[in-house]
């Protein structure tokens, strides 16, 4: 084989490996700028949700049909009395959707049974600084268990999964880790099937007299770097095509 030849067979291997990282660069930079375009509507629509007057509680009969994709955050208001049953806590260092939660912390979960008998599980509000701190949270949320039913208002929220660096659960503490009520309901007796409800509430209002725990109304607050990467991934396809540029002039020049 000569040498032009050679030259010749390894410029356009070169040229094919770069005509491929190219491809794939710009796609994934297109990838991220429809990524940004659904981010956006998901937060024009979450904000949407969020400014909505609160509707009544879905029935029992609709709650198998709720999706998240389409009921997460939506406003709600509903008549309930909280149980006598054991309360969950869900340790937390801040909040994504509470502009006025900081620090560590607990979000305190409790079962609530509507009239027609079904249980709803309720995100009362924050507790600061009770991970360990068991007895706190119990005289915090002592009083909002008054056998009396109240008027509840707040969002539906759906159960979170956990990742593979979540710490487990503790039920002997009655510690959760990611907010997951199907599984708080399953492991401290507060009902099971379809006696519970697929959701669970972050409770808006009412505050209770003490102000603990904290309720308080949401705000979307999604990431959106998705242009900041979309240009990342152009400019290296870019970067590509001049240095395969640069390299097929320096051949060139030999």
């Not at 937060?43 to 009969?61: H, Q």
């Not at 969950?88 to 260092?93: G, R």
């Not at 095509?241 to 051949?251: D, S, T």
Request: hydrophobic residues 45%; without cysteine; charged residues 20%.
């Amino acid at each position: 084989m000569t040498e032009p030849s050679s030259r010749r067979r390894g410029a356009a291997g070169f040229g094919i490996f770069t005509l491929i990282l190219v491809v794939v660069f710009t796609g994934l930079g297109i990838w991220q700028l429809q990524r940004r375009a659904e981010k956006h509507a998901l937060i024009a629509a979450l904000n949407e949700r969020l400014a909505a007057a609160p509707e009544a509680l879905p029935e029992p009969s609709q709650w198998a049909a709720l999706r998240p994709v389409s009921a997460e955050f939506r406003r709600v208001t509903f008549t309930a009395t909280y149980a006598k049953l054991p309360d969950a806590m869900v340790f937390s260092s801040g909040s994504g959707v509470r502009d006025d939660i900081s620090g560590p912390g607990t979000w305190a979960f409790l079962p609530a049974r509507l009239p027609s008998g079904e249980t709803v599980v309720v995100n009362a509000g924050f507790v600061q600084n009770t991970m360990q701190d068991r007895a706190q949270e119990g005289r915090a949320i002592a009083p909002l268990i008054t056998g009396e039913p109240v008027k509840l208002s707040g969002y539906l929220r759906f159960p979170e999964n956990a990742g593979s660096l979540t710490p487990k659960e503790n039920p002997a503490k009655r510690l959760w880790f990611v907010r997951n009520h199907l599984a708080m309901a399953t492991a401290l007796g507060w009902g099971e099937g379809k006696s519970i409800a697929p959701f669970y509430i972050d409770l808006e209002s009412p505050v209770p007299d003490s102000g603990i725990p904290r309720p308080g109304p949401l705000k979307v607050n999604l990431k959106d770097d998705h242009m900041q990467y979309a240009i990342t991934w152009f400019t290296l396809a870019l970067a590509v095509l001049i240095a395969f540029a640069l390299w097929m002039r320096g051949q060139r020049r030999t």
